[in-house]
């Protein structure tokens, strides 16, 4: 059987570093058919209030223990080669994803400062990762400065900077903790450290940089007064911690260096096998569709909800997340935007609000909870009044404010707990649809949409309604971890296996396992409530 798989020709790794797990997989370079994949639960999760450990933790403060990262990045890899029994030498190249931005405070050894007993107990050296979104403030007078000194930058990033940036993390470190700020010789983002881990020296992705750092490959960073507007000092001590350094600043798809002697004994791979820089976990998933061209949108549903659209022109779209140049593909712009909280809104539901009724007639039927809830909301339909504002995470696009909050309207003393479950994935498909539609207004054409991400393949009654909602065809990715597989195709790319990465994206991904049409029926109510939701948008951002 190895001798079977061995004739398929050199082999790459993706590895995707998500919120709660590190997903990898070993996959043919030639057809990207996946020989198999492993998965490593965080143990430690995420580091919220109250924390015993941590004192000073407020609610919006998200950290993780980056030796969760460690850990899985070796784990993964050695159950890789275990259960292929690929020979190491015949891996051609390593790629990485994770989600951004999570950002790390290292020592000059890229040790995280958390692992460090004088800093252990200090809440800025622990990793803080996408979803902490403490630093508002920060956010908001970095934003001010940008339009006081007309950043073009700006114009970039929907016109907002956001507290999950890395600017606004760095920035809040300095504010909150200057002896730690000082202490630390560099920030980096988590994909960024699980390159260099694996290299033995720093680097960086152009990606990260340009997309979340202030960074462009024109002109570096903005000015060090730009910073100061902000904040007294900020600009000498970002620039201090970001520039000047012995570094590899690369895309995805290019080889940034080879793996280090001392990770290959530790992970199983060998000596030398080239790592191409990372990439964003939602952007990797791109090439993992086969998407190669302008006009169509890659919507991952997993925890959170990432939208993604190349467009061949340079024109940015004010209110999403990003309209960033050459961030997935050399010579193609990416609309990206996002919805923080979509699986883990519905995982808030079931453990926080949903009878324990539910739960026990769901294990009598052998069943889950999930299914048990879309069989009953199935049969009810759409219950006009019951609307949703999905933002229980804020909202990243349309409008850019992560202190936003979650609403349900039109609650009665009949409304069952199916029709709040229902509620809640319309209120989410109803938020996809407005961001769809503010691109679009924006003359940006969408022909065609792919989904992937865990909810896409889980939950059929959930992309029926994104369907009905839409009013489109939903084509599903056959890939399930599309996005390790986007990882894998930036690595073939980088390992010279293709010319570029779309050409690797091609010969490696785009089978499609289902397609869900929208129901004229259903279609029709919804068209009604999608009016009413937006003025239920409108009376509450007035």
Not at 198 to 216: D, H, N, V, Y
Request: with cysteine; aromatic share 10%.
């Amino acid at each position: 059987m190895t001798a079977e798989k061995n004739k398929r020709g050199p082999y790459v790794i993706g590895l995707d570093f998500g919120s709660l797990s590190c997903r990898g997989i070993l996959a043919g370079s030639r057809d990207g058919s996946v020989l198999c994949e492993a998965e490593y639960a965080y143990p430690h999760a995420i580091i919220t209030a109250p924390c015993k450990d941590l004192p000073g933790l407020s609610e919006k403060w998200c950290l993780q223990d980056p030796d969760d990262y460690r850990e899985a990045l070796v784990f993964v890899l050695r159950e890789l080669f275990a259960k292929s029994c690929v020979d190491p030498e015949a891996v051609a190249a390593v790629g990485v994803d994770a989600t951004a931005s999570t950002v790390l405070a290292v020592d000059k050894e890229c040790v995280p400062l958390c692992k460090k007993e004088e800093y252990k107990a200090r809440i800025h050296a622990w990793p803080k990762m996408w979803k902490h979104h403490a630093a508002f403030k920060e956010a908001a007078d970095l934003t001010r400065a940008a339009r006081e000194f007309r950043l073009p930058w700006l114009d970039s990033v929907g016109g907002e900077i956001g507290a999950e940036f890395f600017v606004s993390k760095v920035l809040e470190c300095f504010r909150e903790d200057r002896q730690l700020f000082d202490a630390t010789d560099t920030f980096l983002e988590l994909g960024d450290w699980i390159v260099s881990l694996l290299a033995g020296q720093e680097i960086r992705s152009r990606t990260f940089l340009a997309c979340k750092a202030m960074w462009s490959e024109a002109s570096g960073f903005p000015p060090e007064e730009y910073f100061d507007a902000a904040e007294r000092g900020f600009g000498s001590g970002y620039y201090a911690k970001m520039t000047g350094r012995s570094q590899c600043i690369c895309f995805p798809g290019e080889a940034a260096a080879e793996v280090s002697e001392t990770m290959a004994a530790l992970t199983g791979l060998a000596p030398g096998t080239v790592i191409t820089a990372a990439q964003m976990d939602g952007y990797a998933g791109i090439p993992g569709s086969g998407i190669c061209e302008a006009g169509v949108l890659m919507m991952v549903l997993g925890t959170s909800t990432s939208f993604m659209l190349l467009d061949e022109r340079d024109t940015p779209v004010e209110g999403i997340c990003a309209s960033m140049p050459d961030s997935i593909y050399r010579g193609l712009l990416c609309h990206a935007a996002g919805q923080p909280g979509t699986g883990d809104m519905l995982q808030w539901y079931m453990e926080n609000a949903l009878p324990g009724s539910c739960e026990r007639k769901a294990k009598e039927e052998g069943i889950s909870v999930h299914e048990y809830l879309s069989r009953l909301a199935e049969r009810s339909g759409p219950d006009e009044r019951l609307l949703c504002l999905a933002w229980f995470n804020g909202s990243k696009s349309v409008p850019i404010d992560l202190s936003l909050t979650g609403v349900i309207s039109g609650f009665s003393l009949s409304t069952k707990p199916e029709q709040v479950y229902r509620c809640l994935i319309e209120g989410s498909a109803f938020g996809a649809k407005a961001i769809i539609e503010h691109i679009k207004a924006h003359g940006v054409p969408i022909r065609e949409i792919i989904c992937s991400g865990g909810m896409s393949w889980k939950n059929p009654f959930l992309m029926q309604i994104y369907a009905d909602i839409l009013n489109c065809d939903l084509k599903v990715c056959a890939e399930k971890q599309t996005v390790a597989l986007g990882s894998a195709i930036y690595a073939a790319a980088s390992a010279g296996l293709y010319p570029d990465v779309p050409s690797a994206a091609r010969g490696m991904s785009g089978r499609i396992s289902r397609v869900y049409t929208p129901t004229p029926e259903s279609g029709r109510s919804y068209q009604t409530m999608y009016k009413n939701y937006l003025a239920l948008r409108r009376s509450i951002l007035s």
